[in-house]
DNA sequence: TTAGCTTCCGAACGATCGGTTGCTATATTC
DNA sequence: GAATATAGCAACCGATCGTTCGGAAGCTAA
């Protein structure tokens, strides 16, 4: 029925489902994301949907790459004028904590519901999602050792267990949001930062 | 083909059946628990196995209940004669620690996978899980609120803050140790937990 | 002994899963 | 303008999903 878009429609179309995806794996899971809830969603067809990514895992891998792209654009990207050292550190959780506060995927941190569904398994999938998670905890120990080395950080801190108890902060942040619902959650994880990286 | 076996092997059954169903959740998640599965792994047939319950749902309410139970076994009860206040509250959170760092169940805790998993949707399931980490929170703000009267704390302390900070923790524990395969994540857990509570 | 209760099985139900195939209609290329 | 490439559709595949049904088998109470 339908006919071949233009290059520029094309694109248009594989970024409509990747978004939707990214919408839907958000609340219900990569698992949870199927072809057929897609097509229905979009108008399409099941074929006109996988066309574009040939395998499903394919597609999930795009959707992981998506919520990268969207997590670099509303946090990382937001601070990168910020002095490096503690004062980029501290912008870095601050814009974390926003961009969790603001929903700004309907089913909170992306990569939070991705990683517990993953971590048991293997493939390409949970490699993607871990190693995306890892990079992004590099950068906070490269931003947490130019603190300590610039003396805004005591000397004797140790960058790995400064990177745990903020991850712990914001999987925190994302437990008492959407599963409590709880709306002092962001003033509990702004605290919780300032006793970590001071005001 | 199986005949009617007696009331105890009935509740046998039944048992293996949820005990199994934990596991595979745990490692699954709860939605990917599925009847076939289930049947197939304890050489019985799919109505035999739903014919307990009557619905998935029930058997997921019953997966759910299972897993309060382990956890309660595990944690609050090994530490049921531990002097209430401070020394408790470091015992709770020594042992959890301890459950989750001996991986109890082979997909790490229950209660993350399953509250990631069901914190967007409605329904009795999502209200059981919610309403089991409830409690299990209030124990700990019980036992937090103890440690300040008791003068074990500062008479400043925010209870609610730092049972925010004990969840942190604990999530990033799961984690590292899931995701990362990190062997320090209990070690930095465990000094986290001393920084907030003392030695 | 018999009647009833219950557990469990085999088989089937409609729905949905991921994926394939053949086709049409158009955008692009020559 | 003709040839080619391709986006998307309708239809279908085998597998699996949760669930239902009738009956076989044996425990239990009469």
Redesign the interface.
């Known amino acids: 029925m339908s006919p071949r878009k233009s290059v520029a429609e094309t694109r248009l179309t594989r970024r409509r489902i990747v978004d939707r995806g990214l919408e839907i794996a958000s609340?219900?899971?990569l698992?949870?994301l199927t072809i057929g809830r897609l097509a229905t969603d979009l108008g399409m067809s099941k074929a006109g949907v996988i066309g574009h990514f040939g395998t499903k895992e394919t597609l999930q891998l795009a959707v992981v790459d998506e919520a990268a792209d969207v997590f670099t654009r509303e946090v990382p990207e937001r601070v990168h004028d910020v002095p490096a050292g503690l004062a980029r550190l501290r912008a870095m959780c601050e814009a974390w904590v926003a961009y969790l506060e603001r929903h700004v995927l309907?089913?909170?941190c992306f990569f939070?519901?991705a990683?517990?569904?993953f971590?048991?398994r293997g493939g390409p999938v949970r490699d993607a999602?871990?190693g995306l998670?890892?990079v992004w905890q590099r950068d906070l120990r490269i931003q947490a050792r130019l603190a300590v080395h610039g003396g805004e950080l005591p000397a004797d801190t140790?960058v790995?267990?400064l990177v745990?108890?903020l991850?712990?902060?914001?999987?925190?942040?994302?437990?008492?949001l959407?599963?409590?619902g709880d709306p002092?959650?962001p003033q509990?994880?702004r605290?919780?930062l300032r006793r970590l990286l001071g005001e």
Do not use: C, K
């Open positions: 609340m219900e899971g698992e949870g309907p089913g909170g939070t519901a990683a517990t569904e971590d048991d999602i871990a998670s890892a140790d790995g267990q745990y108890d991850v712990g902060i914001m999987l925190a942040l994302n437990h008492f959407q599963l409590q002092a959650a509990r994880a605290r919780s």
